[in-house]
Nanobody, 126 residues
Framework: QVQLVESGGGLVQAGGSLRLSCAASGRPFISAVMAWFRQAPGKEREFVAAIAWSGTRTYYADSVKGRFTISGANAKNTVSLQMNILKPEDTAVYYC???????????????????WGQGTQVTVSS
């Protein structure tokens, strides 16, 4: 069984920064894409950022472009999310996701990911 474990969440003031990390453990697998999603209270889970190892392509939601940066290491199945200039609307539980295949040109949909972490809380105070 594959486990994804997130770390790095917490409480930060608006304008501040946080760095989230995610590492895979358990049954070995080779990921083709890893991503971050988030879910705020009362809202649906939404795409934040993804990285496809082939060509090291990155994808971002419009709401985080220019503020968040996704990076990682394919061989280690690890991914990080550097979040800068945080806003109160970034408050959510952030989830790491991974899949063994790149199923679309832009992997922004929930159903494109097989493996999920338990989530880490990010709270941005105003």
């Amino acid at each position: 069984q594959v486990q994804l474990v997130e770390s790095g969440g917490g409480l930060v003031q608006a304008g501040g920064s946080l760095r989230l990390s995610c590492a895979a453990s358990g049954r070995p697998f080779i990921s083709a894409v890893m991503a971050w999603f988030r879910q705020a209270p009362g809202k649906e889970r939404e795409f934040v950022a993804a990285i496809a190892w082939s060509g090291t392509r990155t994808y971002y939601a419009d709401s985080v472009k220019g503020r968040f940066t996704i990076s990682g290491a394919n061989a280690k199945n690890t991914v990080s999310l550097q979040m800068n200039i945080l806003k109160p609307e970034d408050t959510a539980v952030y989830y790491c996701a991974a899949d063994r295949n790149l199923n679309s040109i832009a992997p922004v949909n929930l159903n494109e990911y097989e493996f999920w972490g338990q989530g880490t809380q990010v709270t941005v105070s105003s």
